[in-house]
Nanobody, 132 residues
Framework: QVQLVESGGGLVQPGGSLRVTCAAS????????IGWFRQAPGKEREGVSC????????YYADSVKGRFTISRDNVKHMAYLQMNSLNPEDTAVYYC?????????????????????????WGQGTQVTVSS
């Protein structure tokens, strides 16, 4: 069955870096748009970065532009989010998600969070805490 398993979260000091990883199984990652989302306590889930394999487009939320980098390895069925210059506002549970690439662009997937539930899949999340 389809599985997305995140790892790599943890505690990091402000200004530090962290890479979270998503291992995909049960489907062919190449045919899916991937995305990273996050949810902080008391806040709605938001799209952080998404990447399409159909047209190569990549979307970043304004809050992470220049600091975060999304990447994917379709052969290894892996997705990554490299996070640099972390600040306390980045503290959240980070989720990996996928949607069929035929049904969405990278930006659409990230902006319309609920669309993932309609025809995509979510991972279980990994906690990232930025604190001194």
């Amino acid at each position: 069955q389809v599985q997305l398993v995140e790892s790599g979260g943890g505690l990091v000091q402000p200004g530090g870096s962290l890479r979270v990883t998503c291992a995909a199984s049960g489907f062919t990652l190449e045919y899916y748009t991937i995305g990273w989302f996050r949810q902080a306590p008391g806040k709605e889930r938001e799209g952080v970065s998404c990447a399409s394999s159909a047209d190569g487009s990549i979307y970043y939320a304004d809050s992470v532009k220049g600091r975060f980098t999304i990447s994917r390895d379709n052969v290894k069925h892996m997705a990554y989010l490299q996070m640099n210059s972390l600040n306390p506002e980045d503290t959240a549970v980070y989720y990996c998600a996928v949607r069929p690439r035929i049904s969405t662009t990278a930006k659409t997937m990230c902006v319309n969070v609920n669309s993932v539930t309609s025809d995509g899949y979510w991972g279980q999340g990994t906690q990232v805490t930025v604190s001194s």
